[in-house]
């Protein structure tokens, strides 16, 4: 008997599960990891989604993400507005493509082929698993820098040992190849057990800021001296927010490989409500709070919370030890469910047959390596202004697209056989929607200027101040082409030749 919790979703009962399966296994678009989720397999709660982005969030990258902010001229407070804002606003386009995933239960690469084509939804498949491959490669890279720095604490003479670095950065990755293999169930418990122990660790570290530091008003009176660049706030502000919010526009585009797992739409609209914005605030701000203490405490700004741990645990080796940990915890937790499970499913539906969830991960492993990540993260302006504001335009193109057609087009009805049909009505031309992808490059052409004077800019000096209005359109970066897209794409399906939809189902949330 349908039990009550599943009565919102387009699959409610085993036997449902079945009838859709024996439509679509026979198609070369199926197998087992992209076909719907059945009620038994609905398990993660609010807890769940809500631990997975507290996974996500405490992350060294977070930690440092305001020093890049203030860097470039903001004060803490402005650096921590907008850290926020654009976290509520990612948050936004996040839920709304949850509710497919939680609806029909599957995939993001599955649930992309109703807008962009059977064929077509490769394309923005790859376009996402590849900047995941290079965010797994980052992760690996600062995790593995994390464990060499704290073991060269524990031993004078590992700095001498030759590739030291990359030796930690094979092991790092190694032991999350470990994980890649147990599949999602592994990341889900994962993700549940470190969560209470990330969020202890953050506060641990906040307590040592405001004792160390001689009090939170001290604190906060020393944290002006973290400010350093000198351009104008308003000129920072929106090429920043579109960092910020291009910071997780990856996952607002393959939430659905999450929340396809979810009991309810409530389940993982509070969880993420609860976990992202929060979260993602709160750690900023303890890495800026802990930044200023260490200038009372040692005379200088240390960002790295790595630096610091070693510092404060040179003759403690327990301490240091249990630090290894957490922080390895950290980038694991974050790498696993941000940069792993989406290109998992993302290579596995360019073969369906041949590439199962694993597969897909032990790809995404291998290309993280050759992304050559330590040239990546080398240049703090680099990794915000250019690899986060650049990828950001190109996937809030593709999202808005998504957006605009599950929620406008059609209504938030999908046909879910023929999903996994190549001639079916998502076939559109040769398995192309061509409306898709002409919408996506009306968006992203014109913030291509900028992009190069951002890309081929030594320091960014004056990227920012009298740009032309082409460039200035970058400074914008998603916004634009999110709104540009999803203009253009509802302009473009009204002519005629698209796919129809299913009659519409009443729907309970």
């Known amino acids: 008997m349908e039990r009550e919790e599943f009565r919102d979703l387009a699959v409610n009962n085993q036997a449902e599960l079945e009838r859709i399966k024996s439509g679509a296994m026979t198609s070369p678009l199926y197998n087992e990891d992209l076909a719907p989720t059945g009620p038994e397999r609905r398990t993660w709660t609010t807890y769940n989604i809500a631990a997975l982005w507290i996974g996500m969030a405490i992350v060294i990258t977070t930690y440092t993400l305001a020093s890049g902010l203030m860097a470039a001229g903001m004060n803490w407070w402005q650096a921590l507005l907008t850290i926020s804002l654009g976290n509520v606003l990612v948050l936004i386009p996040m839920l709304l493509n949850a509710h497919a995933g939680t609806k029909y239960g599957v995939p993001f690469p599955v649930f992309v082929r109703a807008s962009f084509g059977v064929r077509g939804a490769n394309f923005a498949a790859m376009a996402r698993a590849l900047v995941a491959c290079g965010w797994f490669g980052i992760q690996t890279w600062i995790g593995g820098l994390a464990l060499d720095a704290l073991i060269s604490a524990a031993w004078n003479g590992w700095g001498n040992v030759p590739g030291h670095s990359f030796i930690t950065f094979f092991v790092f990755w190694a032991i999350q190849l470990v994980i890649i293999l147990r599949g999602i169930e592994g990341v889900k418990i994962f993700e549940s057990l470190a969560a209470p122990l990330l969020l202890a660790g953050s506060l641990v570290l906040l307590i040592w800021g405001f004792t160390a530091g001689g009090g939170i008003g001290n604190v906060f009176a020393t944290s002006a001296k973290l400010q350093q660049g000198d351009a104008p706030f308003w000129a920072l502000f929106w090429p920043s927010l579109a960092a910020n919010v291009g910071y997780w526009i990856t996952l607002s585009l393959n939430i659905p490989d999450f929340t396809r797992y979810a009991k309810t739409q409530r389940s993982q609209v509070l969880g993420q409500a609860l ?54 915890i950290a980038q694991i937790s974050t790498n696993m469910a941000a940069n792993v499970v989406s290109p998992s499913f993302d290579f596995s539906n360019l073969a369906p047959k041949y590439i199962t969830f694993r597969t897909g991960g032990l790809i995404t492993a291998m290309i993280g390596i050759i992304s050559f990540p330590w040239v990546l993260f080398n240049n703090v302006g680099a990794y915000i202004f250019t690899w986060l504001v650049g990828y950001g335009s190109l996937l809030g193109a593709i999202g808005a697209v998504m957006i605009a057609d599950y929620w406008i087009v059609r209504r938030r009805q999908l046909d879910l056989v023929e999903l996994y049909k190549l001639d079916g009505r998502y076939s559109y031309s040769g398995g192309w929607n061509w409306r898709a992808i002409a919408a996506v490059l009306i968006g992203v052409v014109p913030v291509l200027p900028g992009f190069f004077k951002a890309a081929t800019t030594p320091g960014f000096a004056g990227v920012f101040q009298n740009p032309t209005f082409i460039e200035s359109l970058y400074n914008y970066g998603l916004f634009f082409t999110f709104g540009v897209s999803a203009i253009a794409y509802l302009a473009l399906s009204m002519i005629g030749g698209r796919a129809t939809e299913p009659v519409s189902e009443p729907e309970t949330t």
């Not at 403690?316 to 630090?323: D, H, Q, T």
Request: proline letters at 6%; glycine letters at 6%; charged letters at 5%.
């Open 275 to 328: 976990g992202l914005p929060l979260t993602m605030t709160a750690f900023s701000f303890i890495g800026i709070a802990v930044t200023a203490a260490t200038i009372v405490v040692f005379g200088e700004a240390i960002w790295d919370p790595v630096q610091l741990v070693t510092k404060l645990a040179q003759n403690a080796p327990i301490l240091l030890i249990v630090a290894m940990i957490v922080i390895a």
